[in-house]
């Protein structure tokens, strides 16, 4: 890739970034929503756990911290598609992006990266904020979110985040190619959201679904989103199995992107545009 | 009152003959939402596997709660499609305007607007967990408990009804930030899908006192269920409580037509 390339997904991105920020009493709203459906999940947890009788796979302290960062970063999540993509493909405007001299699949995948990252930005310091301090302030110490446990687990929660947004990026970009074939993208879109709240960990930490689905859990792309970096967070994943798990989204990155790009390639053969 | 109805049917006809042009999106929804509306199902039965029973609560008991708010609350959605995108589709375009001209009330016109039968998925995921509910219960059904659930479908409809006129009623003043209305509609719906009596004093009250859904979708269906109450209410409290969801509702028509007295039309 030449340094004039990079340089027009840099800007296709902080443009896009731009016009995302715009949505702030959107932002607003979603903030109180979030703070109050955090809330709720953990009085259903803590409801939970004080009736348990063994010992659960994570400690509550963790799940203050998994629900959390869950309120705060789901934006991030492929749950969604952008809007104005959708109608690019409505109207029949992907054709001048496909004229662009720029990779089709890396000028979205930059889009998609922008459109993931700017309502996360809004609402990640309000809700830390929350989730910090006016909790301890109105003396709600048992849901006060915890720090990680060491330097180590910060940092690598920081990079495991990253290849979450990576991860959360392709795994988009499979459902913005299905849209070159199929014209009502809704219903892909919907499914798509479901399997990734259950699977990613966003309705319950996967570790508390019954052992027997575990091994099934545990190797599907999806877990990439919270389970792992969350769990690095809260010290859960420690030591050296976290460059393991690490290597595991990384992996999955580099296999939906190929895969997103050959996809592509083919969409691209026989792509009948519409509009006139 | 006869020509009300049936003009009211009217509108349902149109709405539905409209939708069903397309067929294939309609199926498509309807699946959708069954789906994406259903996934907590998954959550709550991973807790009780887990964790066991939640005090006197069971994953059936659980599963009766999460059924009647659902369906109830799909039923209530459906038919006031009208009320919740009044706020874009009426007050921002002017078109409000038309409807004031037109020799019938305006509830009635806005609740004739649309209907939305693709609301359908989450009717039916929440009619199959409650049914399951029901039938591992294994209840002795008692004609109060029947009375029971009946007025706690009828509280519950009309207290999510009242919510979306209130809802409404805000765009008058506002025409952004309704979403912060989706804490009550979609958080009160999530919220008593477990039993009241796990959630916290402060939370329990708000719900309960500030917004009656506790009232509606609590309190009856405890009775229904013939649990000991862990909040202690009774028979007679059970019986009355769902016409919280009137008062409710009442109260929402009230401020309704105070909003449409003071409506100042955005036309050109």
Known sequence: MTALALKSYIAVVSTRFRTLLQYRIAAIAGIVTQVFWGLMKLMVFSAFYEVAQNQPPLSFESIVAYVWLGQCLFALFPYNVDPDMRAMFNSGSVAYDMLRPLSLYAYWFSRTLAFRTAPTVLRLVPGLFFAFVVLRLVGLDEWVMPLPPSFVAAFS????????????????????????WLIDSRGMVNLMAGVVWVLGGMI????????????????QP????????FRIYSGDIAGFEIVGELVFQLAWVAILVLAGVWLMRRAQVKLTVQGG | ??????????????????????????????FGQFFTTGIEVLGIWALFDRFG??????????????????????????????????????VKTGDFDRILLRPRSTVFQIAGQDFPL?????????????????VVLDLDWTAIQFCLLLLAFIGMFFFFYGLMIFQATLSFWSTESLEVMNVFVYGGVEA?????????????????????LGCVAYFPIVGVLGVDDPLGSGRIFQMLAPLAGIAFFSLSLFCWNFGVRHYTSTGS
């Not at chain 2, 009647?68 to 919740?84: E, K």
């Open chain 1, 157 to 180: 929660f920081f990079i495991s985040i990253l290849l979450t947004v990576a991860l959360s990026a392709s795994i988009m970009m499979l459902v913005s190619i299905s849209m070159f």
């Open chain 1, 204 to 219: 319950i930490p996967l570790p508390l679904f019954p052992d027997w689905v575990q091994p099934f859990l545990s190797w």
């Open chain 1, 222 to 229: 999806f877990r990439g989103l919270c389970d792992i970096p």
């Open chain 2, 1 to 30: 009152m006869k020509a009300a109805i049936s003009l009211f049917m009217k509108y349902l006809a149109i709405s539905v003959r409209g939708q069903m042009q397309y067929r294939g999106s309609f199926v498509l929804y309807a």
């Open chain 2, 53 to 90: 029973n939640l005090g006197v609560w069971t994953l059936a008991h659980v599963a009766v709660f999460y059924g009647s708010v659902n369906m109830a609350f799909a039923v209530a959605d459906t038919f006031s499609r009208g009320f919740d995108s009044f706020g874009s589709a009426m």
């Open chain 2, 118 to 134: 693709h609301r359908i998925g989450r009717f039916l995921q929440g009619a199959l967990v409650f049914v399951y509910g029901i």
């Open chain 2, 192 to 212: 008593c899908q477990y039993p009241l009596s796990i959630y916290r004093d402060w939370f329990r009250s708000f719900f309960t006192y500030v917004i009656p």
